[in-house]
């Protein structure tokens, strides 16, 4: 089990640009694979993107796909979401994900608290 703690959430304009960070207390964020979900009052959540334990692979849900980047920072033990020209739907509660599974590439084993995103047009 893995402790996750959001950070970066906050106010971005329509097209705009925000960086969104995931850190682990105690534990090496390498040895997870590590993702990103978001929910928005009304809907399921939804998987936006993760980085597998190896580092070697990312995974992206289509609606981000060529918007937004995930990557790991070893040094600042941090997984990093760069999410660009957004767009006022994707308003949302972020949560950082991650799971010890070799296998797994959405990990659901671990949650954060959640950031939120709010979008303005």
């Known amino acids: 089990q893995v402790h996750l703690v959001e950070s970066g959430g906050g106010l971005v304009q329509t097209g705009g640009s925000l960086r969104l960070s995931c850190a682990t207390s105690?534990?090496?964020?390498?040895?997870?694979?590590v993702g990103w979900f978001r929910q928005a009052p009304g809907r399921e959540r939804e998987f936006v993107a993760s980085?597998?334990?190896?580092?070697?692979?990312?995974y992206y849900g289509d609606s981000v796909l060529g918007r937004f980047t995930i990557s790991r920072d070893n040094a600042k033990n941090t997984v990093n979401l760069q999410m660009d020209n957004q767009k006022a739907e994707e308003a949302a509660v972020y949560y950082c994900t991650g799971s010890e599974s070799r296998i797994a590439t959405k990990p659901r084993d671990d949650w954060g608290q959640g950031t939120q995103v709010t979008v303005s047009s």
């Open positions: 105690g534990r090496t964020i390498s040895d997870f694979t």
């Open positions: 980085i597998v334990w190896s580092g070697y692979s990312t």
